[in-house]
């Protein structure tokens, strides 16, 4: 995984991502692709959203390009795959409000 944000600290992105399940990952990637830096915000300790904590080692078999694999594989093959693109998580937090500028 790649940086960890400090709490009231400035951020200046591109994109925010809020949730850090397997879209938001996803959405790394492809953002990461047009050489777009993201933050994602999640709510739950650590990435992987229901994936990671609902149902980690049960298998799974609508994804892709894998015949089956389980919910932390999935997690783990799409932090593996965003590494290149340094995303920052900031995890343990919740959006609140959004405000255009």
């Not at 400035?10 to 492809?30: H, K, N, Q, R, S």
């Not at 990461?32 to 904590?53: F, Y």
């Not at 980690?56 to 795959?81: A, C, M, R, S």
Request: glycine share 10%; charged share 15%.
């Amino acid at each position: 995984m790649s940086d960890v944000a400090v709490p009231g600290e400035v951020i200046t992105t591109d994109v925010v991502i809020v949730g850090a399940g397997p879209c938001g990952l996803f959405a790394v990637f492809e953002l990461g692709l047009l050489d777009i830096k993201a933050h994602l915000v999640d709510i739950l300790p650590k990435v992987g959203g229901q994936c990671a904590e609902l149902y980690p080692e049960k298998p799974i078999y609508d994804i892709p390009g894998f015949p089956i694999v389980t919910g932390q594989g999935l997690v783990d093959n799409l932090v593996e795959q965003i590494k290149p693109f340094g995303p920052t998580f900031h995890l343990n937090q919740m959006i609140e409000a959004l405000e255009p500028i």
